[in-house]
């Protein structure tokens, strides 16, 4: 089966000038990433900052142009759309931000800022367009009077809920949560969670989940690929890569992890940078185990 | 069992507005013991840096304590003259916040801020004070503190300044530090290094640590005792183990429920918003 979202050796190097006599400075923020997706799963790509979890999210959807590789969608190259292809190929790709309090316009109501993809892109007239607006609004949870409100009057959670229903505005296959319940209280993120998973149920959709919790992706994704300074240096199954972790990176992300009791031994593992090759390609490591070693 | 060191109690604080008025900490009463760490954990809004502010009397108008008593060493801190408290605070409690970069002056050396802190409460002259500076930098184990004194705070990591913020914390020697979510915007791996630093210094310095933190995992690692709150009450309070295991309140076990990985259920138990 294809996958529905292919990456193959995605790079992103942004170039800073440094001054008229010197070179200019490289940032490898993505070297050379490849994974794929299949329909209606739960992807987790997870890294600390500065891993580029985020701007390989973005790179996909060509919110920031990559340097090179490619992103097949459904076995279409969209690197090589032109603009107006990538138009109508962000309907089926979305993306929902971190922070609920930034990703909203403040001066638009509730219900105008989901229903705005549906303008952007002429689908239906406008009572159509208000009516699945509501019926968004019903499938996030939100309410009918809540439609008039401004993202100020909500709280983040609520917040997230209409960033999620404006994801949903235009049925896309392919949801890109960036960091999307990291701002938020953990009863609040276990509701949001669940609503995302009822929803991946209901839609037949499918998640790539860039976080930084790992106990979060370990308890919600099917696979996960583990990046660090730029590149994935682990992938597989989330069982077998969290109980048995192959790349020193991994072990000492998941040892730094803080245990919920307190008689767990602490068994820190500190990273030593000397102990493995940065450039070795990801060889399998075991069943659907991926690691740079 | 020995005296308190810090004993709150009934701390109620109020925010006075034109309409009506919000009880944010209603009725809230623990102590600590030296060398103690008490988790103080709660959701945004509960209360939880409220309290804090108030046992430093940093509270801005219109909040205001309306009852209670902050017994401190013995004194009770709601009584005492502003030139005494500013001898408490910041030599005898000191504070670290969330933020390392908001918090330190990013115009000024971060050996002279630690300096700073030595020399407002009288405790060194200037040239013992940036001595004492490079001795604070090498206990929170930043490398080479001979010439990291003369940094600015963004020539360092997240991770180093929270270092430097703990080296301010310690540079008078207090007996509590108020940690509120000091390891929050940290990554996990540089979090873990925190922690570690902070045990280590609690045991060489016999602190007692007031640690504000909305993560169980945080609270597993660090606390002896746990004191949950709820919409400015608190809740429930108790050894770590006995809260974590066997919480006796409604909402600390929804509260933990909703923790990943500490449910079947996929995505958790989440209390109810109301």
Do not use: W
């Not at chain 1, 991994?250 to 031994?265: I, K, Q």
């Not at chain 2, 490398?143 to 990291?148: K, L, M, S, T, V």
Request: charged fraction near 20%.
């Amino acid at each position: 089966m294809t996958p529905i979202l292919d990456v193959r050796g995605l790079v992103k190097h942004f170039v800073r000038r440094r001054g008229l006599f010197q070179p200019p400075s490289v940032v490898k923020a993505v070297d050379d990433v490849s994974f794929a997706i299949h329909e209606g799963e739960m992807f987790g790509l997870v890294g600390e900052s500065g891993s580029g979890k985020s701007t390989t999210g973005r790179c996909i959807l060509r919110l920031i142009e990559p340097t090179a590789g490619e992103v097949l969608f459904r076995g279409e190259n969209v690197l090589a759309f032109s603009r107006e292809r990538m138009r109508l190929a962000r309907r089926d790709m979305q993306i929902v931000f971190q922070d609920p309090y930034s990703s909203l316009n403040p001066r638009m109501r509730a219900g105008d800022i989901v229903e705005e993809p549906l303008i952007i892109h002429s689908l239906g007239a406008r009572p159509e367009r208000r009516q699945r607006v509501a019926e968004l609004f019903e499938m996030v949870g939100l309410e009918p009077d809540h439609l008039q409100r401004y993202p100020h009057e909500f709280s983040g959670g609520q917040r997230q809920r209409i960033g999620i229903a404006r994801a949903l505005a235009l049925s896309p296959a392919l949801i890109i949560a960036d960091e999307a319940v990291s701002a938020l209280d953990v009863s609040i993120q276990a509701q949001v969670v669940r609503l995302m998973l009822e929803l991946r149920e209901r839609l037949k959709l499918t998640y790539l989940f860039i976080a930084h919790d790992l106990r979060l992706v370990e308890h919600i994704c099917s696979r996960v690929a583990v990046m660090y300074l730029g590149r994935i240096v682990e992938m597989g199954e989330t069982g077998a890569l969290f109980t048995a972790p192959a790349h020193p990176y991994t072990r000492a992300l998941l040892s730094a992890v803080p245990a919920l009791d307190p008689d767990a031994p602490r068994d820190r593992i500190v990273l030593d940078p000397s102990s493995f090759n940065p450039d070795a390609p990801l060889r399998p490591v075991g069943a659907s185990h991926f690691a740079a070693v | 069992m020995t005296a308190p060191l810090l004993d709150v109690r009934n701390l109620t604080v109020t925010f006075a507005g034109a309409r009506s008025t919000v009880t944010a900490v209603n009725d809230v009463s623990f102590h600590i013991a030296p060398g103690e760490t008490l988790g103080l954990v709660g959701e945004s809004g509960s209360g939880k840096s409220v309290t804090a502010f108030a046992i430093l009397r940093l509270l801005q108008a219109p909040g205001r304590v309306s009852a209670g008593q902050i017994f401190f060493e013995g004194r009770d801190l709601l009584t005492l003259p502003e030139r005494e408290m500013r001898q408490v605070r910041g030599a005898r409690i000191s504070l670290i916040f969330q933020e390392p970069m908001t918090a330190l002056n990013p115009v000024m050396r971060v050996g002279d801020q630690i300096g700073e802190a030595l020399t407002v409460h009288g405790m060194a002259s200037r040239a013992e004070a940036q001595r004492r500076a490079v001795e604070l930098l090498e206990a929170v184990h930043i490398p080479n503190a001979g010439e990291r004194v003369r940094d600015y705070p963004h020539q360092l990591s997240g991770g180093m300044r929270q270092r430097v913020m703990i080296a301010i914390a310690l540079a008078c020697r207090p007996a509590l530090i108020i940690a509120d979510e000091p390891t929050t915007a940290l990554d996990v791996t540089i979090q873990a290094q925190v922690l570690d630093l902070l045990r280590e210094l609690r045991t060489a310095f016999n602190l007692a640590l007031l640690l504000i933190t909305h993560d169980f995992g945080v609270i597993a690692e660090m606390a002896d005792r746990v004191a949950v709150m709820y919409k400015g009450s608190l809740v429930e309070q108790g050894a770590v183990r006995q809260i974590l295991r066997a919480p006796a309140h409604e909402y600390t076990r929804s509260l933990l429920a909703a923790v990943p990985g500490t449910t079947q259920d996929r995505g958790g138990q989440a209390p109810s918003p109301r």
